[in-house]
């Protein structure tokens, strides 16, 4: 399990996107409805919530940082 900073992927971004199954299943209209995840595949569904729980975006750690320093400046 990884913790910390999530390091985005531009090809996984893309490859997920253009996937032949993800083509298929839109078309077909076969999408099960959202939170069916612990239905369809509950070890995927156990690892993303842990994983979504412990991990940040790098943007947050960067807005944190940056909101300390602007209330800092305004304190002077």
Known sequence: MKFG????S???RVAA???LKRVVRHNLGLKAPKGFGWLTNPKKAAYNKVYNKTS???LVQLLIIFSACFSFILLF
């Open 17 to 19: 996107r253009t996937s």
């Open 10 to 12: 531009f090809t996984k």
């Open 56 to 58: 940040t975006g790098c």
């Open 5 to 8: 900073f999530r390091i985005p």
